[in-house]
């Protein structure tokens, strides 16, 4: 047929295609068998090394997450006085803590009322306490608020907040209040001391915080007790004061200051016999259980951290460097003139017109010019070393912290009114602890016993650095101070026999001297038998009043009578003549 192309039939068979067989590849089986050989030694080798060689990292992630410290801590010792009466003890309170991560994760914000009315009783701003969480939303553990009252804590876990709790502590509680407050001081939200014996005596009152190591679940359940230290509880502490006599001289300080106007007043009274000390106070003082009340000033013991001149309280001490130099005994006279003395460019003056006298005259009337002459005519290593020995420019060793030295004048140097004026108080610095130490060194018959306030059984450190003739000698001579015609009167005690010295001097300033004063009286009594030595200073008196004798005698009469009736000191004038 024409036009059509015939196709013919091939002659060449077609076959249907079939599967190969997988064949294996053996270096490729090689690689990856030496591949898994090679990461299971390397794992092999890993666990090795964190399970033998160094395991220490892995226990420490591991204790990181399961163990946990709790603290036990030991309660502080009570402070007491010398009769057992309570100065300072701890009583149980409880901290307010929250955490905020279980805060949010409950929701437990959404109770707002339930949270105003935790704010309200911590005294708290409502919103700000709320800000407070928010802020911290992320942390375990903040403080809300620290020493909170029992019947606080009760409130606060009635209302059920979640992520709030209470931690059990402890605050310490001043029974005395601002009576003792410079002496005993206080301790801070931590429980440690922070002034005056709790500060200086810290480690012996707080012991030894105990502790327990525990291992918990992540439910918080304990699983493991792994250690536990015992606690060691403080030690109790007793004092030399007694709380009678504190309160007695803190009133009496007190009056004074205000009825003077005065910047502030101090007194101490130590045991002549033993050189404890019966009280230390100061006004004004501060109530050491409120924390907002506490002012820098008002915390200040200036028993031991004022230093002053002295004034004519160190004159019976010149007296002593005089009779034991050489230059002068009990029929000794010394002209005075008309009440001035020309020294150089210098004069020095009496208040009043003193003639000739003797050295118990000299006393009485307290003659510039008399113990001027006195310590003029003794080499002045006489005088300083009198003045050293009765613990002028040292510390005491009570181991109060502030405590200051003075200023203790050593100079190559000396022109004759510096030394007039040095045995007159002008030239050197004591503090109102030094002078009652040394009065009590004094009415001790010249026996120096170290000055303390906590009683201890170590070797006896007393010394004799004043012949005692003299010091019996120069007692008597001060006697007469309080009697009529002598400076004291006003220091008198009716019934007792009273050896004291009154002291005023003016105060430093920038190129001279200012227009304020420090009045003093300084005493021993009775004379028949010494039992306390007693520093009454007032510093700053305003009016017209400003010398020792009126402003300080008072006061110093005031103490002493009601020191010498609660310690039971019979009248000189009811003892049997011997």
Not at 115 to 142: M, S
Not at 316 to 343: R, S
Not at 422 to 431: E, K
Not at 502 to 530: L, Q, W
Request: glycine letters at 10%.
């Amino acid at each position: 047929m024409k036009g059509k192309k015939v196709v013919k039939p091939s002659n060449k068979k077609t076959s249907t295609p079939t599967a190969e067989t997988p064949s294996l590849i053996a270096w490729r089986f090689r690689l990856i068998l030496g591949c898994v050989l090679l990461i299971f030694v390397a794992l092999v080798a890993r666990i090795g090394y964190i399970q033998v060689i160094e395991p220490d990292n892995l226990i420490k992630q591991g204790d990181l997450r399961s163990v946990r410290v709790k603290a036990l801590p030991s309660a502080r010792g009570i402070i007491s006085d010398r009769n057992g009466e309570p100065l300072a003890v701890s009583v149980p309170v409880q901290a307010v803590w929250a955490d905020p991560a279980t805060i949010f994760k409950d929701n437990g914000l959404e109770k707002l009322d339930r949270w105003h009315a935790l704010a309200d009783v911590l005294g708290l701003d409502r919103q700000a306490l709320i800000n407070k969480i928010e802020k911290n939303k992320t942390r375990r553990f903040i403080y809300l608020q620290r020493q909170v009252s029992p019947a606080m804590a009760k409130y606060i876990k009635e209302l059920k907040l979640s992520g709030v709790g209470l931690k059990a502590e402890s605050r310490r509680y001043y029974p005395a209040g601002e009576v003792s407050a410079h002496l005993v001081g206080v301790t801070g939200i931590d429980g440690h001391g922070l002034e005056g014996v709790e500060r200086s005596y810290d480690k012996w009152l707080t012991g030894e915080a105990g502790k327990r190591i525990i291992r918990k679940d992540r439910y918080g359940r304990v699983v493991e007790n792994i250690s536990l230290e015992e606690r060691e509880e403080g030690k109790s502490l007793e004092l030399t004061i007694d709380q009678r006599l504190q309160a007695i001289a803190y009133r009496a300080v007190k009056q004074a200051v205000a009825d003077y106007r005065a910047t502030s007043g101090s007194a101490v009274i130590i045991d002549v016999k033993t050189g404890g000390v019966l009280a230390m106070v100061n006004a004004p003082s501060y109530n050491p259980n409120n924390r907002s009340s506490r002012q820098s000033f008002t915390m200040r013991n200036r028993v031991i951290t004022d230093a002053m001149e002295p004034g004519s309280t160190v004159k019976p001490f010149v007296v002593l460097a005089a009779l034991e130099a050489g230059v002068a005994d009990e029929n000794t006279v010394i002209d005075t003139g008309n009440g001035i003395m020309q020294i150089g460019g210098s004069r020095v003056r009496d208040t009043s017109k003193v003639g000739k006298a003797n050295l118990a005259k000299i006393l009485q009337k307290s003659s510039n010019i008399g113990v001027a002459k006195l310590a003029l005519e003794m080499p002045l290593q006489e005088l300083l070393g009198m003045y050293s020995s009765i613990g002028f420019g040292q510390l005491s060793g009570l181991n109060l912290v502030g405590e200051t030295t003075g200023i203790f004048p050593n100079r190559r140097r000396w022109s004759q009114f510096e030394v007039a004026t040095l045995a007159f108080g002008y030239g050197i610095s004591i503090t109102p602890l030094q002078l009652a130490h040394a009065y009590a060194t004094l009415g001790n018959g010249g026996l120096y016993q170290p000055v303390h306030i906590i009683e201890n059984n170590q070797q006896d450190l007393s010394k004799q650095v004043i012949d005692h003739h003299y010091a019996v000698e120069v007692l008597h001579m001060l006697e007469a101070v309080t009697q009529p015609g002598g400076t004291a009167t006003r220091a008198a005690v009716p019934g007792y026999r009273v050896a004291a010295k009154t002291g005023t001097s003016r105060k430093a300033a920038a190129g001279g001297y200012s227009d304020e004063y420090v009045a003093i009286t300084s005493g021993v009594a009775p004379v028949s038998d010494p039992r306390i030595a007693l520093v009454v200073v007032i510093n700053e008196p305003q009016g017209d009043q400003y010398y020792g004798g009126a402003v300080a005698g008072p006061v110093f009469s005031e103490i002493m009578k009601g020191s010498l009736q609660i310690l039971n000191v019979a009248p000189d004038e009811n003892q049997f003549q011997k």
